[in-house]
């Protein structure tokens, strides 16, 4: 439990300005450790960073077919029909979106999967798909999975809030199959699994390939990359030549600086002491964050949103949201109109120009903390596969912070321009949305065209 001793909001949030700084020297040594850890993950050793290889590299672009494509790894579940053309168009004939409730997301992992292929069964019908015909398709099942194939793989840890029993260390293609199967669906074969960076950067590489790095920045964190084979020494590939794309599970990277509101929510969250990147850096976490920070200044300010209860508005976990950062944040009006109406929905009437700038203020140092991090990690990503800076690098990059937070990319390239100045102009990130739904489809044409192929 955070303590608190009486102090002035302004000598607060210096004093959190101070706590929450991610200088150049920090993130220096953030992409020494990265690298360290990545060399570890890569040779099998115990390291923060998994490492995963995804059994698949950059697509040529002549991939083609129709796939159905599954997407899973956030409040809602997805289903898309996707066509590939064979010139490097990709397009979704149909999607679904299904909010998965928190019953299905914390209950069992039949239930779960029952609840999955539910959706499906209902976008098969929706669509007036032909069921007496076979479809390719390709899971994004964005979790850290141990993939031992591009079809095959065991879920090592749930995060972002999931929790459902009897789903990890088991393989998660057995367990959609066996689903299946419980509904006599037989018009689904299911051809790759793949994690939602590897599905961004093989969907962004297929019409541009400078990309070599993919990356979620929503509701939780991670990276993948192109690595070449021969340094992925734990799949002991004699003679490996070419490269293959690994996925990162950079949100579970832990040589960091935690505050002491830091190690509040990780004790109150569903892993403790897992993914603590991911708990500083991504949109499931920045609210809660914030939010026991100004649960803290109420608590030290007697000024600070003076005669009213904000503890009490405040008090229960996850009541202030990312969303909620970002329309704080975003809020230019000169009275800070848009705050004021935040704190009105959430009962509080009285709040003073100074409250609102206080509270704005209380999230940039939580956002910026966050972008400067996630910027920390693309460029230890980038120096591993190119020290010199030499060539072009381009990030797809996916997610809700990164494409709606208000000054969250600004503040990411800003850290390139210190870092590497003129050479910063090497590193181009790119809003890249059709991770899940495109390059899993990609994915799929891929691992069906390599078995067509096997002799
Ligand atoms: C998961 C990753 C996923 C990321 C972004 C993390 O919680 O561990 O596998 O890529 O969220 O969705």
């Known amino acids: 439990m955070v303590t608190s001793a009486p102090i002035a909001s302004e000598e607060f949030v210096s004093y959190l300005e101070n706590l929450f700084t991610i200088s150049l020297k920090d993130i220096k040594v953030i992409i020494t450790d990265f690298h360290a850890e990545m060399q570890k993950g890569l040779s099998g050793y115990e390291s923060s960073l998994k490492m995963i290889p995804s059994f698949v590299d950059r697509p040529k672009g002549d991939e083609h077919g129709s796939f159905i494509a599954l997407d899973l790894g956030g409040t809602n579940f997805r289903v898309l029909a996707v066509e590939l053309d064979g010139k490097r168009n990709a397009t979704v004939r149909a999607v679904s979106k299904f ?23 209902s976008f098969l019908t929706e669509n007036s798909i032909d069921r007496k015909k076979l479809y390719n398709l390709s899971f994004t099942f964005s979790f850290p999975v141990e993939q031992t194939t591009i079809a095959a793989g065991k879920l090592l840890i749930w995060t972002k809030g999931f929790t459902a029993k009897g789903v990890e260390g088991k393989d998660i293609i057995i367990l959609l199959n066996e689903a299946l199967s419980r509904r006599n669906i037989s018009c689904i074969k299911v051809t790759a699994l793949a994690n939602d960076t590897v599905g961004t950067l093989v969907a962004r590489s297929y019409t541009d390939p400078t990309c070599d790095l993919g990356v979620i920045l929503g509701t939780g964190t991670n990276a993948c990359y192109r690595e070449k084979l021969s340094n992925i020494q734990k799949l002991k590939v004699a003679d490996a030549k070419g490269y293959m794309i690994v996925n990162m599970e950079w949100g579970n990277f832990n040589q960091l600086r935690l505050t002491r509101y830091d190690n509040e929510l990780d004790q109150a969250s569903v892993n403790p002491g897992a993914m603590y990147l991911e708990k500083m850096v991504s949109g499931m976490y920045l609210g809660e964050i914030t939010r026991l920070i100004l649960i803290d200044l109420t608590k030290r300010d007697p000024i600070f949103l003076k005669d009213s ?68 990690a693309i460029s230890a990503v980038i120096t591993w596969m190119d020290p010199e800076l030499k060539d072009v690098h381009t990030v797809g990059i996916d997610g809700s912070l990164f494409e709606k937070y208000p000054g969250f990319e600004a503040k990411m390239t800003d850290v390139f321009k210190k870092m590497y100045v003129e050479k910063a102009k090497k590193i181009t990130l790119v809003n890249s949305k059709d991770g899940s739904g495109k390059g899993a489809a990609i994915i799929a044409a891929i691992a069906a065209s390599s078995e067509t192929n096997q002799p």
């Open 99 to 121: 909010v998965i409730p928190k019953k299905e997301m914390r209950g069992t992992g039949v239930q779960l999967f029952d609840f999955i292929v539910g959706c499906i069964d």
């Open 309 to 376: 209860d904000a503890a009490e508005s405040f008090k229960k976990r996850n009541s202030l949201k990312a969303e909620h950062m970002s329309l704080i944040e975003g809020d230019t009006t000169t009275n800070l109109d848009e705050i004021d109406r935040f704190l009105r929905n959430n009962g509080i009437s009285n709040s003073t120009p100074h409250d609102r700038t206080t509270l704005k203020r209380l999230c940039e140092v939580v956002s910026a903390r966050a972008a400067r991090l996630g910027a920390a």
